[in-house]
């Protein structure tokens, strides 16, 4: 009886070749089992340094460390089998220099089995994503409201508007120019976003930009409902677990409390066989 090969896990030129095809579906992850529950109907997982404020407390992405990216990036790569991972590179980690942001990229790549690195940045990052690609590590650009610069832009604030609109169409033109396989849109109008989707070569991958892009992204935890401490316009809830998870633990104390936990089932017997 033959069996079936493997599933083969997607790489960047996959993900490229995607442009105007079937629309991509992209999560975040941070550890292994999210890893393994997203794998099987995600094309692209982003190890993102929204790890920082979603998992370690935060206030925002720039005090994300490359140990941090290296430590959550082995994880999610445990847990993937299918999707391509992709591994943010971290504030300070590629501004400095080309040569600087390949040296941080080859780690990240070395030390993870990442298929891709993310960075932030647009026109001014052109030279540096062109540096990396030519060295042989596929780069995710990221435009419009780029997280790492928020204190530059005066806040999470839209991008795009007006003749704004301009610099984020030479942003996307010169990140694909550069030889960028996709470009994440975040938080720009949807007709902005149509636009640059229609005019550049590589996927666009949306959050907060339109349904016309090439694919979506969420941070997982907004998705599902773990981190309800707010809620951003362009994010749905699919599920409720930070609510879930709260009755659940508020139960479990009760039981505690009352002694109907653990219960005789749970515990075992001198004479019961086995463990």
């Not at 999560?27 to 890893?35: G, I």
């Not at 971290?90 to 600087?100: H, V």
């Not at 928020?150 to 984020?168: M, P, S, T």
């Not at 010169?174 to 007709?191: I, M, N, Y």
């Amino acid at each position: 009886m033959s069996q079936s090969a493997p599933q083969r896990s997607l790489t960047a030129s996959d993900i490229r070749a995607r442009k105007g095809s079937d629309p991509l579906v992209c999560l975040t992850a941070y550890t292994t089992p999210v890893a393994q529950l997203a794998d099987a109907d995600c094309d692209l997982v982003l190890v993102g340094d929204s790890v920082g404020m979603v998992l370690h407390g935060l206030p925002s992405t720039l005090g994300v460390t490359m140990e941090m990216m290296v430590l959550h990036g082995r994880a999610v790569a445990r847990g993937l089998s299918h999707a391509l991972m992709v591994v943010d590179m971290p504030f300070g980690s590629y501004e400095d220099s080309p040569a600087q942001a390949f040296r941080n990229a080859a780690r990240l790549m070395a030390e993870t089995g990442a298929g891709a690195v993310k960075l932030e940045g647009g026109a001014h990052m052109e030279n540096t994503i062109r540096f990396i690609v030519d060295r042989g590590i596929p780069v995710m650009a990221h435009i419009g409201l780029t997280p790492q610069a928020v204190n530059a832009l005066g806040g999470y604030k839209v991008q795009g508007r007006g003749a704004d609109a301009d610099r984020i169409r030479e942003d996307a033109r010169a990140v694909t120019r550069a030889g960028a396989f996709s470009v994440v849109l975040e938080k720009v109008p949807a007709a902005l976003a149509d636009q640059i989707t229609a005019e550049i070569e590589i996927p666009t991958v949306g959050i907060g930009a339109s349904a016309g892009c090439d694919g979506q992204i969420l941070v997982i935890d907004d998705m599902l409902g773990l981190f309800d401490a707010f809620k951003p316009k362009f994010v749905k809830r699919y599920g409720d677990l930070a609510s879930d998870a709260r009755t659940a633990i508020r139960t479990y104390a009760d039981e505690v409390r009352a002694r109907s936990f653990p219960a005789p089932e749970h515990v075992f017997s001198q004479e019961e066989p086995g463990t």
